[in-house]
């Protein structure tokens, strides 16, 4: 039989449709866990959202009653907006009743040279990977000390 080492538990894992983030949004589904992925919603990101989901069920229907896999859901929004990362884990509270584990992946790296780095780049890259991250941790540790 297979452990499921988060059963029971819930995730919130910001950039989780693709890369890093869908590796471990399906290991935690596998473990047990209930997860909530957040994506940016582009056009672009929908084939991945669509695999992912799919992926999601195939682990449902594979798993057994003793050791289920976790459900997903996922919710669109810009982690560099404090609104996105309430929202995510909003959305993981209204669904299953809490927050237990919170996984800030969302984040860029184009590459670029660094004498001649672009302003828009340099800001957008802090505004994704520190701003972002800082707001999501902020609304998942406001959720955690309820």
């Keep these: 039989m ?7 538990k819930t995730a919130c894992i910001t950039g989780g449709t693709n890369g890093i983030g869908r590796a471990i949004t399906l290991e935690y589904l596998r473990q047990g866990a209930n997860v909530a992925v957040n994506h940016l919603g582009l056009p672009g990101d929908e084939q991945h959202k669509l695999s992912l989901i799919e992926e999601a069920e195939n682990l449902r229907k594979a798993a057994t009653q003793e050791a289920p ?37 969302a984040g860029i790296a184009k ?22 991250a800082f707001y999501f941790c902020q609304a998942a540790a406001n959720q955690m000390v309820k």
Excluded: H, M, Y
């Design 69 to 105: 896999a976790g459900q997903l859901i996922e919710v669109a929004g810009d982690v560099t907006k404090p609104e996105a990362s309430k929202a995510l884990v909003d959305a993981a509270v209204k669904k299953w009743g809490g927050l237990d584990i919170s996984v800030a992946n």
């Design 2 to 8: 297979a452990l499921r080492l988060l059963k029971g």
């Design 111 to 132: 590459p670029a040279e660094f004498l001649t780095l672009d302003k828009q780049l340099f800001d957008q890259t802090i505004r994704v990977n520190i701003n972002g």
